[in-house]
């Protein structure tokens, strides 16, 4: 990638980059994908566990109206661990597919960082397990990222910097966002349960560049914590909707700049958010676009046109943490032409945030890694509300209540 092409703004990547008049109108209007050689992703894999549940049937177990967790919060289905899968486990079958599909020597991988908050030891990083299971060991620069959600972008961004610094020598890298998001039973944070894993493989920018200009905001709260040894997280939920719409109004003024704000919103054709439930989204998509001076219908319509359609997989998965804004990506990504221009929004609870742009690249219209998802959908087991109470070693006393009622 050429310094000038590397620095260009969002907007100027997107518009007028084709002056050859001899070009035909067609031509001239295709967005231009990822110059020979820059810097991106080259290869995703994403595993689910085998187990999930219908926020349905949680409503039902737990005497809730069903429309809270589906309308209220906007939650489909969650995914689950059984008891002895972990994230160690959903990480290394990730990194697993997203190197099969890479197809590339993996002597070549000189970096591996696993963003997550769902970490086994306090002095090991995760790397170090998940390196264990992929045999990956020898000349690589190995280590675990932590900042709540945010930690599989910050990992992300740090390879792909490892790599446009000239550090990497060539080599490539390996990044995994993974997380198992279980909340204490009954706790309101209970629907929006999730697990999952997105791997990258960044080297050549097949699937999509990464832009190098990102915007971050961070404010330090305690609106979603866990304490070392506690085993479920610590929520002040009214302040961590706050805290995620105020980083979201941050970043997207960052990201406009000086620029007119419709036409700097306009200039991808998705933005895709971290996904904690999809009512949040809808909300902080709502509220930037108040924050903009906007009607509420036009936010509304921002928010159904260019959001509502990237968290399709996110409704099946549930909150995946550091993977949830990946997998958005991920999905939105498939079958897209290249050179379509994306954004991503990543928040981390504590709380640190930042929004970039991507550009498709030639191998995302195959959208290869969505093989992965829906065979993990196909093939996982939905359980009812009392195999998820026997799992969480629970009474069904509250789902008899309910029945009875
Ligand atoms: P709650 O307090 O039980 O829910 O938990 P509520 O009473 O606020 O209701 C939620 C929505 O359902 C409301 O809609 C209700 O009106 C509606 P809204 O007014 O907000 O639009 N509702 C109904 N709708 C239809 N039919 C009904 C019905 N009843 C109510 N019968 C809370 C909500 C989000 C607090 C909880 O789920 C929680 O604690 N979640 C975890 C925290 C979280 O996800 N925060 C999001 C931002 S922080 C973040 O994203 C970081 C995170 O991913 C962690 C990290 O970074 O590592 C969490």
Request: hydrophobic share 40%.
């Amino acid at each position: 990638m050429t310094k000038a092409h590397s620095q260009r703004s969002p907007s100027q990547r997107s518009h007028g980059q084709h002056s050859d008049s001899s070009q035909s109108k067609a031509q001239r209007h295709a967005p231009k994908g990822p110059a020979d050689g820059e810097v991106g992703i080259a290869s995703i894999g994403i595993h689910l566990p085998p187990l999930g549940l219908d926020v349905r049937e949680l409503a039902r177990l737990r005497g809730v109206d069903p429309n809270k967790f589906t309308l209220g919060l906007g939650c489909g289905e969650m995914a689950l661990c059984p008891e002895g899968l972990g994230t160690v486990d959903l990480a290394a079958e990730a990194a697993r597919r997203a190197i099969e599909r890479w197809g590339g020597d993996p002597s070549r991988i000189g970096l591996l960082a696993v963003g997550s908050e769902s970490a086994v030891d306090m002095s090991r990083p995760l790397s170090a397990f998940v390196a264990e299971k992929i045999g990956l060991r020898g000349a690589v620069r190995s280590y675990e990222v932590k900042h709540a959600c945010y930690g599989g972008t910050l990992a992300l961004r740090q390879a792909v910097e490892w790599k446009r610094s000239g550090a990497s020598r060539g080599r490539a890298a390996l990044v995994i966002a993974a997380d198992v998001a279980l909340y204490a039973p009954q706790d309101p944070g209970e629907p929006t349960q999730g697990a999952g894993a997105v791997a990258f493989v960044v080297d050549d920018a097949r699937i999509a560049a990464i832009d190098v200009d990102s915007f971050a905001w961070s404010d330090p709260a305690f609106d979603f914590w866990r304490p070392v040894g506690e085993s479920f997280p610590r929520v002040d939920g009214p302040l961590s909707l706050d805290c995620y719409k105020r980083a979201a109004e941050q970043c997207f003024r960052q990201w406009i700049g000086e620029r007119p704000a419709r036409q700097a919103m306009q200039s991808a054709e998705a933005w895709c958010f971290h996904v904690p439930f999809p009512k949040m989204v809808k909300k902080a998509a709502l509220h930037v676009a108040d924050s903009l001076g906007w009607s509420e219908d036009e936010g509304k319509e921002f928010f159904e046109r260019k959001v509502a359609g990237t968290m399709g997989w996110n409704r099946r998965v549930g909150n995946s943490y550091t993977a949830s804004l990946w997998m958005s990506v991920a999905e939105t990504l498939v079958g897209k032409e290249s050179g379509t221009r994306i954004g991503a929004f990543s928040y981390g609870s504590g709380f640190g945030s930042e929004l970039f742009g991507l550009t498709a690249g030639p191998e995302a219209a195959e959208g290869a890694w969505a093989e992965d998802i829906e065979k993990d959908f196909e093939s996982r087991s939905m359980l009812t509300a009392e195999q998820y109470a026997e799992q969480r070693g629970e009474v069904m006393e509250a789902a008899d209540e309910a029945d009875a009622a």
